[in-house]
Nanobody, 119 residues
Framework: QVQLQESGPGLVKPSQTLSLTCTVSDESITTNYYYWSWIRQPPGKGLEWIGYIAYSGSTYYSPSLKSRTSISRDTSKNQFTLQLSSVTPEDTAVYYC???????????WGQGTQVTVSS
């Protein structure tokens, strides 16, 4: 029943900020004990975890991306947002939002959205 849907621009220029929103249906993002995550997959590569915002509002980021990553939420809209700054073409990927469980598994995923970084 839980659905997640990504939205945002498909094209971002180098050095600018990538901003994506995930809208969650049929489950409050404040519900114990879920972690609302962003994951990406560059072309020809595997999945890379970016970070999450927890049910409590706390955040945690991949060390390799921490300096450029900010995840926030709007509980009134049941949405959470990814901002990735100073992007380069290597940030080109399909970006997914997903629900993370305590056991580090994902039970629900969005469909993914392609983001291309190019001038």
């Amino acid at each position: 029943q839980v659905q997640l849907q990504e939205s945002g621009p498909g094209l971002v220029k180098p050095s600018q900020t990538l901003s994506l929103t995930c809208t969650v249906s049929d489950e409050s993002i404040t519900t114990n004990y879920y972690y609302w995550s962003w994951i990406r997959q560059p072309p020809g590569k595997g999945l890379e975890w970016i970070g999450y915002i927890a049910y409590s509002g706390s955040t945690y980021y991949s060390p390799s991306l921490k300096s450029r990553t900010s995840i926030s939420r709007d509980t009134s809209k049941n949405q959470f947002t990814l901002q990735l700054s100073s992007v380069t073409p290597e940030d080109t990927a399909v970006y997914y939002c997903a629900r993370l469980l305590d056991g580090n598994s994902y039970d629900y995923w969005g469909q993914g959205t392609q983001v291309t970084v190019s001038s």
